[in-house]
């Protein structure tokens, strides 16, 4: 098993920043990849940004250049640093993690909203 548990989400003006992180515990050494998701109310749940224990990163193409995902090397906490952050970037985000034998694990969700 492995247990996820997130902090950092807000309220931020249009163009400020914010840090999630996810801390991650339980058996890290089975973790493939480490990530973000977001779901904004009536939309699908959308990756953000992921990033594998071999260092490949995905990002989807709206946050290129915005975010930047980085996770510890110990595989224990995984970050995604937002900035200029828009309003369409308000949504709920997930941290996920999936192991190599594919099981998915997913955090509480915490609630990121850009707004003026």
């Known amino acids: 098993q492995v247990q996820l548990v997130e902090s950092g989400g807000g309220l931020v003006q249009p163009g400020g920043s914010l840090r999630l992180s996810c801390a991650v515990s339980?058996?890290?050494?089975?973790?493939?990849?480490m990530g973000w998701y977001r779901q904004a109310p009536g939309k699908e749940r959308e990756l953000v940004a992921q990033?594998?224990?071999?260092?490949?990163?995905t990002y989807a193409d709206s946050v290129k250049g915005r975010f930047i995902i980085s996770r510890d090397h110990g595989m224990n906490a995984v970050h995604l640093q937002m900035n200029n952050l828009k309003p369409d970037d308000t949504a709920v985000y997930y941290c996920?993690?999936?192991?190599?034998?594919?099981?998915?694990?997913w955090g509480q969700g915490t609630q990121v909203t850009v707004s003026s």
């Open positions: 996920n993690v999936v192991l190599f034998g594919a099981e998915t694990f």
């Open positions: 339980g058996r890290l050494f089975t973790i493939y990849t």
């Open positions: 990033s594998t224990r071999d260092d490949r990163t």
